[in-house]
């Protein structure tokens, strides 16, 4: 059986767009791309969705805590589920929070950080790096993301470029899908349902 890892933040978790700032809603089973990808791949794949909210590459998040850090928890993470043939990598929208003040650029080197403290492990066979979806400063998450169209400006060229360099596949999320424009950074049902199938696709092809 193939085993494939996802390692994301609260869009792999399966938040939903946030009305109320710290009221966290989670997408039912089914309704997470990693579930919608996890059935289109059918029988022969397991798919393991490990998405924590508010998660970063490589930065401590001193104002929400609660190991944040991608970088940190990544080695233990990857030795619970070994051996991995597969690991979907996305992450870098926390990133872009106003409190860590990172260019593109910067978010793209942070995730070739991570592709090599995976490798490091000898854990996983083969990555694919997905550029996450452009965020938007609207409703409650605006402050929390002030100046972040700005910063996000090239990332997902910039992200492309490392997973060349690194060796390793590539998806652009943004062609994809869409944030939600009531928070500006969360996925709405629908859009959970459009991802899983094209990385079902996109991982089929590979």
Not at 97 to 103: C, E, G, H, M, P
Request: negative net charge; proline residues 4%.
């Amino acid at each position: 059986m193939a085993v494939i890892l996802c390692y994301g933040d609260s869009n792999t978790h399966g938040t939903k767009p946030l009305e109320k700032l710290g009221a966290f809603a989670r997408h039912a089973a089914g309704d997470r791309w990693p579930d919608v990808m996890a059935e289109a791949l059918g029988a022969g794949h397991q798919v393991i969705s490990e998405g924590l909210p508010g998660r970063t590459t490589v930065h401590d998040d001193m104002v929400e805590g609660g190991m944040r850090n991608g970088l940190t928890v990544l080695p233990a993470i990857l030795q619970s589920h070994a051996p991995i043939d597969l690991m979907v990598l996305m992450l870098g929208t926390n990133d872009l929070k106003n409190r860590f003040s990172v260019t593109a650029f910067e978010i793209s080197r942070s995730l070739e950080r991570l592709i090599l403290a995976t490798r490091a492990e000898a854990v996983v066979t083969d990555i694919l790096l997905v550029s996450p979806v452009p965020v938007k400063e609207a409703g409650v998450l605006r402050d929390v993301f002030a100046g972040a169209e700005a910063r996000q400006r090239g990332l997902s060229a910039f992200i492309a470029a490392a997973a060349e360099r690194q060796g390793v596949g590539f998806l652009d999320a943004g062609s994809v899908v869409s944030v939600s424009p009531v928070d500006g950074v969360h996925w709405d049902a629908a859009s959970h349902h459009t991802m899983g199938a094209a990385m079902a696709q996109a991982i089929m092809a590979r």
